[in-house]
């Protein structure tokens, strides 16, 4: 095969740009060191990608509206297959697991979970059926959306499949009830190395670990001991221990010095919902339940996903979690350089303030916000 060459005249335009022809060769000065680096897709990375969306209940309908109506508008390389899911339902329908295992990629609104009764949690039955050990929620300030606290970026891990959420009940005698919390040995290995990893992976400086092992002695002290040992395989990243009670006054107090949080299944609710509401507010804070396989995004913190009905009437819940959780979902999908457009245009919206739901001190509607948001992607 010939081997193309470069002819002088163009050699010299090339040049040109940096200089003149006559100055001494700097070949593709003219790209400079101050350019930055664009992604650049591979080849086939732009085929279209199908995901199973889940509207749920209450708000969700209106907010999974908006990420479709923006992906639409951006021209994302995704395509929804949706399927109307309950929580009041007894089990996830099959098609619905057969579409998730398929697409390896879901995203779902909130699904309203009674209290009480024999209804288990369809949110739990995903992540157990699927095997999403691993919750994942950033809680960070957002530019021009005013906090008590400022330079807040925490990550908090969360163990997804065992301890408390293990489901494992059942009535003694009348009026004794027994719950188990099941911890071993490999979830938590698991869990920590994923914590770990991700701190790796995205430069970040710290692990913290949040235990109740002074009471709990065996349970989370099992946990804590799989955390060290894999602390002990990444030197460079700092690593500490908190007990969950103090670790809640600290969130309150001081929440800038955590950085990366692993934890057990409830605790990391509570911790997750205590850093979104520090940080903003549940309604802007993304995240995504992921396993080996498979990988379910939604909003990042539970409390309120599914909202009240006088906002679902207003049609003004707030959009921006899930936006924002869809960005996390179009990396997953390797597609970056959508991901950064959609998380550039909302943050913008953000922070000129023009557009904001009621839970962020305005009093716009979903659909005013999502026009916003279609409007500032470039």
């Known amino acids: 095969m010939a081997r193309r060459t470069l002819s002088l005249p163009i050699l010299k335009q090339l040049y040109a740009r940096s200089g003149s022809a006559s100055d001494p060769p700097r070949p593709f000065l003219w790209l400079g060191s101050s350019r930055s680096v664009t992604y650049m897709p591979r080849p086939g990375d732009g085929a279209p990608r199908a995901v199973t969306l889940i509207p749920g209940d209450g708000v969700g309908p209106l907010v999974t509206g908006a990420v479709e109506q923006v992906m639409e508008a951006m021209h994302a390389p995704v395509y929804f297959e ?64 005013p906090t008590r606290h400022e330079n807040v970026d925490i990550v908090v891990v969360r163990e997804n499949t065992e301890g408390e959420y293990s489901g494992l009940e059942h009535e003694v005698v009348p009026g004794v009830v027994e719950s188990l919390k099941v911890m071993t040995k490999f979830c938590s290995e698991r869990i920590a190395n994923y914590a770990f990893e991700y701190a790796y992976l995205n430069n970040r400086k710290k692990v913290t670990a949040v235990h109740k092992a002074n009471i709990m002695k065996l349970a989370d002290g099992l946990f804590l001991e799989s955390c060290r040992e894999v602390a002990s395989k990444y030197p460079s990243i700092k690593y500490n221990e908190i007990i969950v009670d103090n670790c809640c006054m600290q969130l309150v107090s001081k929440p800038e010095q955590f950085d990366v949080m692993v934890t057990p299944n409830l605790y990391g609710n509570l911790v997750a919902n205590t850093a979104a509401g520090i940080a903003g507010g549940t309604g802007v804070m993304p995240g995504g339940n992921v396993g080996a396989d498979h990988a379910v995004f939604e909003q990042g913190a539970s409390a309120g996903n599914v909202g009240n009905e006088k906002i679902v009437e207003q049609k003004k819940a707030n959009p921006v979690a899930l936006l924002l959780s869809s960005a996390m979902m179009l990396r997953h999908l390797q597609f970056p350089s959508f991901a950064d457009r959609l998380e550039t245009a909302v943050k913008r919206v953000i922070s000129e303030g023009k557009f904001r739901t009621k839970d962020l001190g305005g009093g716009s509607t979903t659909q005013e916000v999502v026009d916003a948001v279609i409007a500032n992607i470039d």
């Open 82 to 145: 949706r399927y109307d899911v309950h929580g009041d339902m007894k089990t996830v329908p099959p098609e619905v697991m057969d579409s998730i295992r398929k697409n390896k990629v879901c995203l779902k609104g909130g699904l309203r979970t009674p209290v009480g009764g024999g209804v288990s949690s369809l949110n739990v039955q995903l992540r157990k059926e699927l095997d999403l050990y691993a919750s994942l929620v950033n809680c960070f300030n957002l530019q021009g959306l």
